[in-house]
């Protein structure tokens, strides 16, 4: 599987932005997809994820209430809607994707796309 986010960019706090995945292969349904985010000198860290399947949906403390992640397995594309953002929510954003594993856990991301930037200002 082949991942590539879109949809970063500078919004002011309160503002909303949408990221799309966009996956390669036809096997995208058979995946969970998380998303993920990094800070400059941070770590890398959970934001959002979403099974294959039924589509549970799990959230980092942080954002739950105001992103909300989905999938569209006929076009091969997750999204995460971002509302009411922060600037401590300024960060590289990552989708992923797996087969099984913890999905809050990025080791067990075997897939990943190349990242978008998000900018949050107050």
């Known amino acids: 599987v082949q991942l590539q986010a879109s949809g970063g960019g500078l919004v002011q706090a309160g503002g909303s932005l949408r990221l799309s995945c966009a996956a390669s292969?036809?096997?995208?349904?058979?995946?969970?997809m998380g998303w993920f985010r990094q800070a400059p000198g941070k770590e890398r860290e959970f934001v959002a994820g979403?099974?294959?399947?039924?589509?549970?949906?799990y959230y980092a403390d942080s954002v739950k209430g105001r992103f909300t992640v989905s999938r569209d397995n006929a076009r091969n594309t997750g999204y995460l809607q971002m509302n009411s953002l922060k600037p401590e929510d300024t960060a590289v954003y990552y989708c992923?994707?797996?087969?099984?594993?913890?999905?809050?856990?990025?080791?067990?991301?075997?897939?990943w796309g190349q990242g978008t930037q998000v900018t949050v200002s107050s």
């Open positions: 979403i099974s294959w399947g039924v589509g549970n949906r």
């Open positions: 992923a994707a797996q087969r099984a594993g913890a999905y809050y856990d990025p080791s067990g991301y075997g897939y």
């Open positions: 292969g036809r096997t995208f349904r058979s995946y969970s």
